[in-house]
């Protein structure tokens, strides 16, 4: 028999070469690229755009790739389920390219991007071709074709890489060629990032039209549809909370920082820093990516609830050994950023927790997507989407982006509470709460030693970064010996 855990972070492993290694070549080339190339206003531009990009993910896709997940885990209707998720997504995404290429020239003014209606055009077609082709990767997935998904992300990301140094450096630097001068217009200045974004999104449906193609093997069932429906409308509304959880301080800082504080630069410089802690979002994204369909396809053994607690606390000390690896060596992770933009690197190690805790909760999640109880996950969300809300609007004016960072750990710590709470009446888990504290409480206790009393004490980063993390990991090792022993096999 396989071991569970080994085949989870087997898969994670995986999937971290279709989501890590595409997303850390867009951290090491163009955040470091584009910190350097773009004022910090100029950058306010780019981090403001994606943050809608995020909200309108989440709406075209209405939820509808769990929904995916959940009724075709042990279905013998795999295929109508897939033809009538895909069917749906294309008409909502095609109709909604349509009407921002008709229209965006009013929501461009709306935004404050009159002079560049095109901004939104473009962005509109990334957004409707990443909507719709969610569901094919979805499919590949549930397939277990991690290989063929790594593939297509990382040749999207190359494209798009490749388009960004010749649009952006390249070009510049030879306006004298027959080439450039039929393809680039200096006035575009930040709108060739979306161009080159949207000609990769683009390419994705060539690569993936195998599976597209797949979906004509069945025909679209409207009473499953609406089943679909029911069951996924929920998940939108809390995908719609969760957004404002992630994004929404990218679009208030704009409006809330008073503008004798430069707000576009101040924005430029919060998204540079919460791209340092990008090893924890992506660690948590490429569990998520590996654990849903895992969770459900586990649910039925008589283990599940074990397994699932188990899953969680090496969740957890794998995301706390990210924290301090990034903490203890963030010399070295500033240098990716821009120097201009390297006075916000305060809030990185509050992003990293706010992160890990938001992959806890995650975890927590497959409680209510089980029992069908996905109102309950939205409920949370929502609550989670106010805190934030009301933190940000009242502590932006005085403390700038600041008050964005603290917002995300403490809306996410309520989350957390309050989904294990619940979680108790309706499934629960034997999550080792107590150790999980503890190594939480131990990372943190090593991250303020070393920031208060050790900078002067080891003057090598490099050896008392080995030091402290060997003994987070010593520690680990002793409080988990009889878990690994249960898993050693397989």
């Known amino acids: 028999m396989k071991n569970p855990i080994k085949q989870l972070f087997g898969q994670t492993a ?103 209606p095109e901004y939104i055009k473009w962005l509109a077609i990334i957004v409707g071709v990443d909507a719709f082709t969610s569901i094919p990767f979805a499919r590949i997935r549930l397939y277990n074709r991690a290989g063929k998904y790594a593939f297509i992300r990382i040749v999207e990301v190359s494209i798009n890489i490749s388009l960004n140094l010749f649009f952006l450096y390249y070009c510049p630097k030879h306006p004298e060629s027959e080439l450039v001068s ?114 459900f396809s586990k649910s039925g053994e008589k283990n599940a609830k074990k397994l699932y607690a188990d899953v969680m606390t090496f969740f957890v000390v794998a995301g706390l050994f990210i924290f301090l690896l990034v903490n203890l060596y963030l010399e070295y992770f500033i240098l990716f950023i821009g120097k201009s933009f390297r006075e916000g690197s305060h809030i990185v190690p509050v992003i990293l927790m706010a992160n890990l805790v938001m992959g806890i909760f995650f975890n927590l999640s497959i409680w209510y997507k089980l029992t069908n109880k996905t109102k309950i996950g939205a409920v949370l969300v929502i609550l989670g989407a106010l805190i934030t809300v009301v933190i940000n609007l009242l502590f932006i004016p005085k403390y700038g982006f600041l008050a964005s960072a603290w917002a995300h750990i403490i809306c996410y710590s309520v989350m957390v509470v309050l989904s294990y709470l619940w979680s108790r ?55 988990e010996r009889k878990t690994f022993n249960d898993y050693k096999n397989g």
């Open 14 to 116: 995986v999937y971290g070469l279709g989501i890590v290694l595409p997303r850390l070549l867009n951290y090491l080339l163009l955040t470091p690229f584009y910190t350097r190339v773009f004022e910090k206003a100029t950058y306010g531009v780019i981090t403001e755009l994606y943050a809608y990009v995020v909200f309108l993910l989440v709406i075209l896709t209405y939820g509808m790739e769990t929904g995916f997940f959940r009724y075709t885990s042990n279905s013998k209707q795999k295929e109508k389920v897939y033809t009538t998720v895909l069917s749906a997504l294309f008409i909502t995404s095609s109709l909604f390219i349509i009407s921002m290429l008709l229209w965006g020239g009013d929501v461009s003014r709306v935004l404050g991007y009159a002079s560049n």
């Open 425 to 479: 009446k309706h499934y629960a888990v034997p999550y080792k709460i107590g150790r999980i504290l503890v190594y939480m409480a131990f990372a943190l206790v090593i991250y303020f030693i070393n920031e208060l009393f050790l900078q002067e004490v080891l003057k090598s980063q490099n050896l008392k970064g080995l030091i402290l993390m060997g003994l987070f990991v010593a520690v680990v090792y002793f409080g």
């Open 182 to 295: 039929m393809v680039y217009r200096e006035e575009i200045g930040v709108g060739y990032v979306l161009i080159a974004n949207m000609i990769a999104s683009l390419s994705k449906i060539f690569l993936l039209l195998s599976e597209i193609l797949a979906a004509f093997r069945s025909t679209f069932d409207r009473k499953l549809m609406k089943t679909l429906l029911r069951y996924s409308y929920p998940l939108l509304v809390a995908g719609l909370a969760g957004t404002v959880n992630e994004a929404l301080d990218r679009i208030l800082l704009k409006h809330m920082i008073p503008a004798d504080q430069n707000p576009m630069e101040q924005l430029g410089i919060y998204g540079a820093n919460y791209k340092l802690a990008v090893l924890m979002t992506l660690f948590v994204q490429m569990f998520k990516y590996a654990a849903e369909p895992f969770f």
